[in-house]
Nanobody, 125 residues
């Protein structure tokens, strides 16, 4: 299993970025996926998740600003981030969601993550 994130960078507040996660080594379309972020000194935070049927779940902190999507033909997960704020600065990881049914019922805060990528840094300043 390999997950390779890209698309991070430095952006001004109010700006946009699009993150990508290229997946390989497993049947991408058969798994729920997510984006997770972690800032220095802060706990890991699930940002958004997408189930195999395309149903998405977002954290309250990004709802309305971030959009998660996937292209199963390209085995790629995307995160469109708009209206970025300094508090969005973090390392962003894509990860497999091990309990998508629980996430759909209880929110992304209940997510249990499996395989992880190496991350891509997002800095809003």
């Amino acid at each position: 299993v390999q997950l390779v994130e890209s698309g991070g960078g430095l952006v001004q507040p109010g700006g946009s970025l699009r993150l990508s996660c290229a997946a390989s080594g497993f049947t991408f379309s058969g798994y729920a996926m997510s984006w997770v972020r972690q800032a220095p000194g802060k706990e890991r935070e699930g940002v958004a998740a997408i189930d195999t049927d395309g149903t998405t779940t977002y954290s309250d902190s990004v709802k309305g600003r971030f959009t998660l999507s996937k292209d199963s033909d390209k085995n790629t997960l995307y995160l469109q981030m708009n209206t970025l704020k300094p508090e969005d600065s973090a390392m962003y990881y894509c990860a497999v969601v091990k309990n998508p049914t629980r996430v759909r019922a209880a929110g992304i805060g209940s997510a249990d993550f499996g395989y992880w990528g190496q991350g891509t840094q997002v800095t809003v300043s």
